[in-house]
């Protein structure tokens, strides 16, 4: 066993634990946080089949922006733990109808029946390259130029998560003040200051 | 490649070790540990702490956050295409015009719309 | 040096397997890297109480010194150090207690190990690994979770706030500081910081901060504003949350964060020197009129410069300490968000039509 088999086997273990540590906290914010290490392991086994850019990318949105979002959500938010084990009977059915489609699945694809895809001898083992390969120049050069067109719909797809999040969670206050910087440089002293001028009154 | 990856692995175990070892050598060994009803309770500028601290908040914060998302995964794209500019020339420039073009619409409609205000 | 060590020396090194040789080789670079780095974040705290000092005309910390000599207080960092190490590190009863005290652990861990791929000088990286710019924004992201729970983990009012406000700070000047990055990037074709630094080899007029000049500063001002340094520390704010996420933090688990913040700064001040100033570069390289001199060794790269630069901007964020108030929250947001995201996207896309014109500066 070499030291990168060792890793692997580290890390997927480490995955492991961590996925099991999401489902298993009653507490939602260390099933977040377990979910943050889970991230963690699955960027160093990208890394691992040298998927370097996907790997660091994993954690710079994953563990740096989504996992964010979580915990934002799941900390403030009061989540009665009493009521979600009430229902948990009511969903067990259907959790375990997905569990087990899921694992037919997985089987289906990894396991003795199934069609054999790990047959073909370039996924046996992952390619090594050498210490100045740059797996995100590679990337590069197909991703805008040879695959132009999932890249555009991409952007779409960001477009409409903008405008959806803005219209679900946009919510403006009637009486908030608001200050515009532009309009408070462009105040003139005449718009505010009336110099009045007026005869001095005579004492009574 | 992985080669070099040993390095920052070793790195990031030792930079956890530092943090784990210093707290738990300074703060459990060397340090006393006297703890008292007046001294544990959180600091509230001399209140009794009168309701769980942990409330709810504006959901302005989860909208910031979402868009922090948006943004973050437009750099992820932004990065491969900085580095490979000079392979790719016109089209590939064409090719992230049309894709932050596509976003900057959506920077201006969160900007017409208020959501980047805060009261 | 080999032929000057003893022979038993030798054999007990070849007596190794050479995996264990190559870690321990790494484990003693690392040791040659964060002890000065702890070393600098101590007396960086002293510099920046006899900076603050001058400039507010007192005198600063000058009591404590060494072996009965005052040595202008040079002692102070360590005392400071020991003082923490004996007091006790208090746990609110309301605490989630195994968050609470891995919070500081998490802040700690990634300020130091984004020093993995920082170069040095020529060829002087512990990790010369490829991808090295985006490593370091992966790490400064995670940097935001020591902050967010220590602050639920507390289950004190003001960590609470402090948290949130962070949070979403650190959220939005990251994004200007990742598009900043990717006009770095366009500019040298390489994530490399290594490759970065040498992209900018050619004299005073080559380094990045002239053609990038609007991204220097928005990376710069983005880099206070990551570290919750003032004018931006409202996280800490303490005329109004007292001290912000740490409220409730003391003796070793306070000087965690405290350590972990100075890092940070120093970090970003490494980082902006590399990507802007040339790290290693010298300023006078190119100067032909220094030739045959005594003063030509100005023009050869060296660590000296490198440190030079980073010390600058060091002194950077003290003095923007001493000289700016504190900004309101919903100014640090607009500037975040209305002033620093309109300010890169223009500059990229200017960035790529010079690129592709091969206009001025910009052309490769």
Known sequence: MTFIDLNFYFFSALLLAAALGVIASKNPVHSALWLVLSFFSCAALWLLLEAEFLGIVLVLVYVGAVMVLFLFVVMMLDINIEEMRKGFVRYLPIGALVALILAAQMIWVVGPIGPDILDDESLKQAVRHGADYSNTKELGRVLYTEYVLPFEIASIILLVAIVAAISLTLRRRKNTKYQTPSKQIQVKRDDRLRIVKMDAEAKE | ?119 | ?364
């Open chain 2, 1 to 119: 490649m992985l080669e070099n990856y040993l390095p920052v692995l070793i790195f990031m175990a030792v930079g956890l070790i530092v943090g784990f070892v210093l707290l738990t050598m300074g703060g459990f060994m060397l340090a006393p540990h006297k703890p008292d009803e007046a001294k544990n309770s959180p600091f509230e500028c001399g209140f009794e702490a009168f309701e769980d601290s942990r409330m709810k908040f504006d959901v302005r914060y989860y909208l910031v956050a979402i868009l922090f998302i948006i943004f973050d995964l437009e750099i992820a794209f932004l990065v491969p295409w900085a580095i490979v500019l000079e392979d790719i020339g016109l089209f590939g420039v064409l090719s992230m015009g049309i894709f932050l073009g596509v976003l900057v619409i959506g920077f201006i409609y969160e900007w017409k719309k208020g959501a980047l205000e805060w009261e």
């Open chain 3, 1 to 364: 040096m080999i032929e000057y060590t003893p022979d038993f020396l030798i054999n007990f090194w070849n007596w190794f397997p050479v995996d264990a040789q190559t870690v321990a080789i790494i484990l003693g670079k690392i040791v040659l890297i964060l002890l000065p780095l702890i070393l600098s974040v101590a007396y960086v705290t002293y510099a920046e109480r006899k900076v603050i000092g001058a400039m507010q005309v007192r005198i600063g910390p000058n009591r404590v010194g060494f072996f009965g000599f005052r040595l202008w207080g040079l002692g102070q960092p360590i005392a400071d150090t020991v003082k923490l190490m004996f007091k006790e590190v208090i746990i609110p009863t309301q605490a989630n207690k195994y968050l609470f005290l891995i919070a500081p652990i998490l802040s700690i861990g990634p300020a130091l190990a984004a020093w993995a791929v920082i170069p040095f000088d020529r060829g002087m990286a512990l990790a010369n690994v490829d991808a090295g710019l985006l490593y370091v924004l992966a790490l400064t992201s995670i940097a935001v979770y020591g902050v967010i729970i220590a602050g639920w983990a507390s289950n004190s009012k003001y960590a609470i706030l402090s948290a949130l406000r962070s949070g979403a700070q650190i959220v939005a000047y990251e994004i200007a500081m990742g598009f900043a990055l990717v006009g770095v990037l366009m500019a040298s074709g390489s994530l490399n910081l290594s490759a970065i630094v040498e992209g900018q080899a050619g004299g005073m007029s080559s380094w990045y901060f002239i053609p990038l000049f609007p991204l220097f500063l928005v990376y710069f001002i983005s880099g206070v504003a990551e570290t919750n340094r003032a004018p931006f520390d409202v996280a800490e704010g303490e005329s109004e949350i007292v001290a912000g996420f740490h409220v409730e933090y003391s003796g070793m688990a306070f000087a965690l964060f405290f350590l972990a913040e100075y890092a940070n700064i120093i970090l970003i001040s490494a980082l902006t020197a590399l990507m802007f100033l040339g790290g290693w570069l010298s300023p006078f390289e190119g100067f032909t009129f220094l030739e045959g001199t005594m003063f030509e060794f100005l023009r050869e790269t060296s660590l000296i410069w490198f440190l030079g630069k980073t010390s600058f901007f060091i002194f950077c964020f003290l003095w923007f300490r001493a000289t700016f108030p504190r900004y309101r929250y919903d100014q640090i947001m607009r500037l975040g968000w209305k002033v620093f995201i309109p300010i890169t996207i223009i500059w990229i896309f200017v960035e790529a039509v010079m690129m592709l014109a091969k206009v001025g500066p910009w052309a490769v």
